[in-house]
């Protein structure tokens, strides 16, 4: 089902919504600019969390991991570390005019907690949790930016079921298609090797290119 401007509407609402409900109990950001082979991105500290500095240390990390794979940031990205009780590690890529975002939050379960399924929880390629949740996120955001619409409309491709080789990648894979996407593009950028159907797959439904 092809979005209509109305649909767009209600969906950049709900975006825009999760965002600010999960941003709006931080007292203050602390801004801090980073680049990595000329490649430019912003991280946003909250002070109150004493992790933010180890997540803002990830998110360098992570950076370098998919650049120097040879994948390009989306651009204008923004991480918001937080500590924030209402705070998720999740993806934002449309603002309430459904104009392109890219932002990310790492919240509390960026360090502690979250899925124990996950490939952030198996320190793949060097990395620790936040780093690879990170990379999982932009994931997502690359995703969004390959599909545009279809990655949203309502019966497309990536919107139902779950993904066939989801097993071979991680638990967490098997909760739906984009999260697939963005596991196994977290793992290619990771070093992870993948079967030629699990590969297939993902291409099938969009997975950013990884040289």
């Not at 005019?97 to 932002?103: F, G, T």
Request: hydrophobic share 40%; with cysteine.
């Amino acid at each position: 089902m092809a979005l209509d401007s109305t649909r767009k509407k209600q969906l950049a609402t709900m975006e825009m919504s999760a965002f600010f409900g999960q941003t709006a109990q931080v007292k203050a950001f602390e801004r801090e600019e980073g680049s990595y082979s000329g490649q430019t991105y912003t991280i946003f500290k909250d002070s109150a969390d004493g992790d933010a500095a180890a997540k803002a240390a990830a998110v360098h990390q992570a950076v370098k991991k998919i650049i120097d794979k040879g994948v390009a940031l989306p651009k204008n990205l923004r991480v918001y570390c937080t500590k924030a009780y209402e705070a998720q590690n999740r993806a934002f890529s449309r603002d309430g005019a459904w104009n392109e975002v890219s932002l990310v939050i790492l919240g509390p379960a960026a360090l502690n907690g979250g899925r124990a399924d996950a490939l952030s929880a198996t320190g793949l390629g060097g990395c620790n949790k936040p780093a690879i949740t990170c990379i999982h996120e932009i994931g997502h955001i690359l995703h969004e930016r390959n599909l545009g619409d279809g990655y949203w409309e309502k019966g497309a491709l990536v919107t139902s079921g779950v993904a066939t080789n989801s097993a071979e990648v991680s638990g967490y894979a098997g909760q739906n298609k984009k999260e697939f996407v963005a596991e196994v593009f977290a793992g290619l950028i990771l070093g992870k090797n993948f079967t030629g159907p699990c590969k297939v797959e993902y291409n099938s439904y969009g997975g950013p290119a990884v040289p």
